[in-house]
């Protein structure tokens, strides 16, 4: 039902022999990688889901916090829900002395494969930084499988 392939650069296939910074740079990224730091930066980074299955529908429950429901699209188009967000939150505020002043920009989304669905009665609900799409299950179609002898 649902397909994922998760992006890692150590495994790209590019070749980076003959690099000078090559091992300074692993160290620098290994660092940062790590558990410990991936949880710290993870919501500006990427879009977390759980999903649950029962018997009639699949129920996705998207994290994304700090979000207004208008940043937020839901698009389905060829067995793939794709689920984006456009932020620009800018405060023009005079007052004060800022040390520190951060804005949240940028786009982030996520593809979920998905199939033998009603994509007519699909629908999403977005309350308390959680967006759960609801996916009603279209009748299975009958998957004919066949036992092949190898000569």
Do not use: H
């Amino acid at each position: 039902m649902f397909g994922l392939t998760p992006y890692n650069r150590k495994n790209c296939g590019i070749s980076t022999r003959g690099d000078v910074w090559n091992v300074s740079r692993s160290i620098f990224e290994d660092f940062f990688n790590d558990s410990f730091f991936k949880g710290a930066f993870l919501p500006a980074t990427e879009i977390r889901a759980d999903i649950r299955e029962n018997e009639k529908e699949y129920v996705l429950d998207i994290e994304i916090p700090g979000t207004k429901k208008e940043d937020i699209k839901l698009n389905l188009r060829d067995d793939v829900l794709t689920v984006s967000v456009d932020r620009n939150e800018e405060v023009d505020e005079e007052k004060g002395n800022y040390i520190r002043k951060e804005r949240r920009y940028g786009s982030l989304s996520r593809n979920f494969y998905v199939e033998n669905i009603k994509a007519e009665d699909v629908k999403a609900k977005y309350n308390d930084g959680i967006l759960t799409v609801t996916l009603p299950k279209e009748k299975e179609s009958k998957i004919n499988t066949y036992q092949i002898d190898i000569q």
